[in-house]
């Protein structure tokens, strides 16, 4: 069974910097790209970042967060990362791990994580 | 401003028939990128409902369906059903953006 457990959500002020981590199992972590979506309170989903399977990393991000946000992943651990850095208000939602089909370009999420809260304070 | 359009809200009646649609562009959907639907019950992860255009995952009722056109796609829900009730986003890949997008989603009502 597939599972993602996303961690490290919490309350920073704006400008302040947090790490989610998202641990992986029921699958062969390394050979799938995995993704980050947001979903500020009471809006719609929105598309953050993407890094690729298998040794590609290649890596994908909104230009929202573009220059401010990291995506990485550590294959023996299992764990997929987003180094989020110079933080907004805006940047104020739940962050969703989500895993793909594809390898290397995103294609579209199969399982998702429960979601970690991030709250920026300004 | 999302890259693809929905409609906020639709409702329907149980057992009746709603569409939703997912307006997109030549960067997305008309570049030949594919849509995929996903099912959001609030204070929950989003559920894969379509993927490919058309395709249904294991478990997912066959009263559910999608297509795709041009630069659009639409989702389908035959026999509403209480249940049914939930937020509903398409999703493709956009060539111009290098990155995915979502739709606004669309508040599902069964009266």
């Known amino acids: 069974e597939v599972q993602l457990l996303e961690s490290g959500g919490g309350l920073v002020q704006a400008g302040g910097s947090l790490r989610l981590s998202c641990a992986a199992s029921?699958?062969?972590?390394?050979?799938?790209?995995m993704n980050w979506v947001r979903q500020a309170p009471g809006k719609g989903l929105e598309w953050v970042s993407s890094?690729?399977?298998?040794?590609?990393?290649?890596?994908y991000y909104t230009d929202s967060v573009r220059g401010r946000f990291v995506i990485s992943r550590d294959n023996s651990k299992n764990t997929l990362y987003l180094q989020m850095n110079s933080l907004r208000p805006e940047d104020t939602a739940v962050y969703y791990c989500a895993k793909d089909v594809a390898v290397v370009r995103p294609q579209y999420s199969d399982h998702w994580g429960q979601g970690a809260l991030v709250t920026v304070s300004s | 401003q999302s890259a693809l359009t929905q409609p906020p809200s639709v409702s329907g009646a149980p057992g009746q028939k709603v569409t939703i649609s997912c307006s997109g562009s030549?960067?997305?959907?008309?570049?030949?990128?594919?849509v995929h639907w996903y099912q959001q019950v609030p204070g929950t992860a989003p559920k894969l409902l379509i993927f490919f255009n058309t395709n249904r995952p294991s478990g997912v009722p066959d009263r559910f369906s999608g297509s795709k056109s041009g630069t659009s796609a639409s989702l389908a829900i035959t026999g509403l059903q209480a249940e049914d009730e939930a937020d509903y986003y398409c999703q493709s890949f956009d060539t111009s953006l290098s990155g995915s997008v979502f739709g606004g989603g669309t508040k599902l009502t069964v009266l």
């Open positions: 030549i960067s997305n959907i008309g570049a030949g990128s594919d």
């Open positions: 890094l690729s399977g298998s040794r590609t990393s290649t890596t």
């Open positions: 029921g699958f062969p972590f390394s050979s799938y790209a």
